[in-house]
């Protein structure tokens, strides 16, 4: 079964500063990878994905995530934070099962002027 | 234009009632999903069309009941609605890329069962 950790529940940043959420993930096999965005009230909103190839995947609105077989993870980096960056984000495994997708729990980023 | 489309926005309703909620995606997707996002925001699937037929029914009472009249809809239905069944409810839609499903996620619905 595919299973996603998020262990960070909030972070807390300055605007400006770098910023890097942490994702674990358990797939039995090359696990197709997603980070998504969720504004408050808001839809969610495709920041980056990772199928295959490069390790490193670069998304909308300056963010990165690099993937990390040895270590199971895919976590999503930004060098410089803006407030408007403010939002729940979550790291997300599917397969090849029609779409099955699997979400973390989501890491709530709140981001101080 | 908006991608994948859901109504209501907010749907407020009383126990024991039946309603349903709409989704259309004009992407021309092939598969569409429901999910369900708790308090605790956590997001699961519950269903997922391919071209009209069910592929994915997570387990979810039988009150719940997805009807796809054409691939560009994935309309649910619930029956005698109860508390635990408030939540935002959220419609997606993909197309299968190189193997994988990538998703796009309609605005969502909140329910709220009294």
């Known amino acids: 079964a595919q299973s996603v950790t998020q262990p960070d529940i909030h972070i807390t940043v300055s605007e400006g500063a770098s910023l890097e959420l942490r994702c674990n993930y358990s797939?039995?096999?090359?696990?197709?990878l997603f980070w998504y965005v969720q504004s408050p009230g808001q839809g969610l909103q495709l920041l980056l994905k990772y199928f295959s190839g490069d390790t490193l995947v670069q998304g909308i609105k300056g963010f990165e995530a690099e993937f990390k077989r040895s270590q199971s993870s895919f976590n999503l980096r930004k060098p410089s934070v803006h407030w408007s960056d403010a939002a729940e984000y979550f790291c997300?495994?599917?397969?090849?099962?029609?779409?099955?997708?699997?979400f973390g729990q989501g890491t709530i980023l709140t981001v101080h002027p | 234009d908006t991608a994948v489309s859901q109504t209501p926005k907010y749907l407020v309703t009383q126990m024991g009632n039946d309603k349903s909620i709409k989704c259309e995606q004009n992407l021309g997707h092939d598969t569409m999903y429901w999910y369900k996002q708790d308090s605790k925001k956590f997001l699961k699937i519950m269903f997922s069309?391919?071209?009209?037929?069910?592929?994915i029914n997570e387990t979810v009472p039988n009150r719940f009941s997805p009807k796809s009249p054409d691939k560009a809809h994935l309309n649910l239905h619930i029956n005698s609605l109860e508390l635990g069944d408030s939540a935002v409810y959220f419609c997606?839609?993909?197309?299968?890329?190189?193997?994988?499903?990538?998703?796009?996620f309609g605005p969502g619905t909140r329910l709220t069962v009294t």
């Open positions: 797939y039995g096999a090359t696990p197709y």
């Open positions: 069309y391919n071209n009209k037929e069910l592929i």
């Open positions: 997300v495994v599917g397969g090849t099962s029609y779409g099955k997708l699997t």
């Open positions: 997606a839609s993909s197309q299968e890329v190189a193997g994988s499903y990538e998703q796009y």
